[in-house]
């Protein structure tokens, strides 16, 4: 006999529907996924703020060298090296 659809596939489909197995529960809802990192702390602020003046005390900063990569990006230009990414990752975890 088909079903309401008269489709196989689908009557096929929904006598696959199974029900919860034994005392099976459904799972409890999340309270909230922002609570787990915690809020920010002006501490945790102070220290990305130092760390950017760690760098650019550095003379890391290439201002010439940011505005070509700017206008690259701009044009559809600008090619990511995978492989490139990945050897500067490594070298720089040790």
């Given at each position: 006999?088909?079903?309401?659809?008269?489709?196989?596939?689908?009557?096929?489909?929904?006598?696959?529907?199974?029900?919860?197995?034994?005392?099976?529960?459904?799972?409890?809802?999340?309270?909230?996924?922002?609570?787990?990192?915690?809020?920010?702390?002006?501490?945790?602020?102070?220290?990305?703020?130092?760390?950017?003046?760690?760098?650019?005390?550095?003379?890391?900063?290439?201002?010439?060298?940011?505005?070509?990569?700017?206008?690259?990006?701009?044009?559809?230009?600008?090619?990511?090296?995978s492989q490139d990414v990945?050897?500067r990752m490594l070298d720089?975890?040790?």
């Amino acid at each position: 006999m088909k079903g309401i659809t008269g489709n196989p596939v689908l009557d096929a489909y929904g006598r696959m529907a199974v029900g919860p197995v034994g005392g099976a529960r459904p799972a409890q809802p999340v309270e909230s996924v922002g609570s787990v990192a915690g809020p920010s702390t002006p501490a945790a602020e102070f220290s990305i703020s130092a760390g950017a003046r760690d760098m650019a005390a550095s003379g890391r900063f290439d201002a010439d060298k940011v505005e070509a990569l700017k206008s690259q990006i701009a044009e559809g230009q600008f090619k990511i090296n995978s492989q490139d990414v990945a050897r500067r990752m490594l070298d720089a975890l040790g």
